[in-house]
């Protein structure tokens, strides 16, 4: 069973991010938006707390909201289509889009 959490933060450097997306790399994450993550959980152990837990650690002067979603549908706007689409398409409910 897959988890889904949406992450927004306030101006984390790009050290930060990098740091974010290195502590996050065993899950699936979309980082195309400044300042906003998708994230999908296959392995369940992952929870809001968790993830903003690693914010803290990361970023402790930050803002930040984790919110658990359960995915219904979604549309966006890319230039041009290419691995910011494909992971949606491919990772984040619903399948058909």
Do not use: C
Request: aromatic share 14%; charged share 25%; no cysteine.
């Amino acid at each position: 069973m897959f988890r889904y959490f949406t992450v927004a933060t306030d101006g984390l450097t790009d050290e930060q991010n990098r740091a974010l997306a290195e502590a996050w790399k065993p899950y699936g994450w979309w980082h195309w938006l400044p300042n906003f993550w998708l994230i999908k959980d296959s392995t369940g152990v992952l929870s809001a707390h968790v993830l903003r837990d690693e914010i803290l650690r990361v970023a402790p002067t930050t803002t930040a909201m984790v919110l658990e979603v359960e995915p219904k549908d979604w549309g966006g706007m890319f230039p041009e289509v290419g691995p910011q689409r494909d992971w949606l398409r491919d990772h984040w409910p619903p399948e058909h889009v």
